[in-house]
T-cell receptor
Framework: GEDVEQSLFLSVREGDSSVINCTYTDSSSTYLYWYKQEPGAGLQLLTYIFSNMDMKQDQRLTVLLNKKDKHLSLRIADTQTGDSAIYFCARVGTGGFKTIFGAGTRLFVKA | GAVVSQHPSWVICKSGTSVKIECRSLDFQATTMFWYRQFPKQSLMLMATSNEGSKATYEQGVEKDKFLINHASLTLSTLTVTSAHPEDSSFYIC?????????????FGPGTRLTVT
């Protein structure tokens, strides 16, 4: 199958770390992405990881990939109120063409 | 990163009329453009994929005669919603992918909110 699944909601306190999880079913995925969508806006590419990597860090963002379990996570350190948004996990589908999106995780940051 | 623009950002039209939405890649050549539809609090639903100079490939269940897609140049794709009805009201998002290195990166426009009355 080509499903990408994520939990729908996460609430954290400002300053804490947020961890958003994602699982996928197709082991042939080559690239996996995290996108951020603020209300009424398009999607902003936050980061991506190639399937031969285990981890990628970019400032406050850390992506972990467990290829064996087909599990991807996004950790946001020192979460700020401006991080409140919907985060979409996505992967490039079979054939390397279509991008398959999860349903999105709504992150709510409490001040 | 690369920039993709959409125009208009929002539009209200009467039932039965047609609406055209433009998607432009501003600083790169988009060999492939994608059109998505997003319902409130839901994920993106891919409607169609278009490559410059060729006909769009529509996803199952998407009416190609209703949602006309034209990708006439490497920087412009248009989506025309023909004979719009209230059920076509939605948030339409385009994205673009270039060629060469980083071609797996997909850049999204800000979206167009269509309301059909």
């Amino acid at each position: 199958g080509e499903d990408v699944e994520q939990s729908l909601f996460l609430s954290v306190r400002e300053g804490d770390s947020s961890v958003i999880n994602c699982t996928y079913t197709d082991s042939s995925s080559t690239y996996l992405y995290w996108y951020k969508q603020e209300p009424g806006a398009g999607l902003q590419l936050l980061t991506y990881i190639f399937s031969n990597m285990d981890m990628k860090q970019d400032q406050r963002l850390t992506v972990l990939l467990n290829k064996k379990d087909k599990h991807l996570s996004l950790r946001i350190a020192d979460t700020q109120t401006g991080d409140s948004a919907i985060y979409f996990c996505a992967r490039v589908g079979t054939g390397g063409f279509k991008t398959i999106f999860g349903a999105g995780t709504r992150l709510f940051v409490k001040a | 990163g690369a920039v993709v623009s959409q125009h208009p950002s929002w539009v209200i039209c009467k039932s039965g009329t047609s609406v055209k939405i433009e998607c432009r890649s501003l600083d790169f050549q988009a060999t492939t453009m994608f059109w998505y539809r997003q319902f409130p609090k839901q994920s993106l639903m891919l409607m169609a994929t278009s490559n410059e100079g060729s006909k769009a490939t529509y996803e199952q269940g998407v009416e190609k005669d209703k949602f006309l897609i034209n990708h006439a140049s490497l920087t412009l794709s248009t989506l025309t919603v023909t004979s719009a009805h209230p059920e076509d009201s939605s948030f339409y998002i385009c994205s673009a992918r270039g060629s060469g290195t980083g071609s797996y990166e997909q850049y999204f426009g800000p979206g167009t909110r269509l309301t059909v009355t």
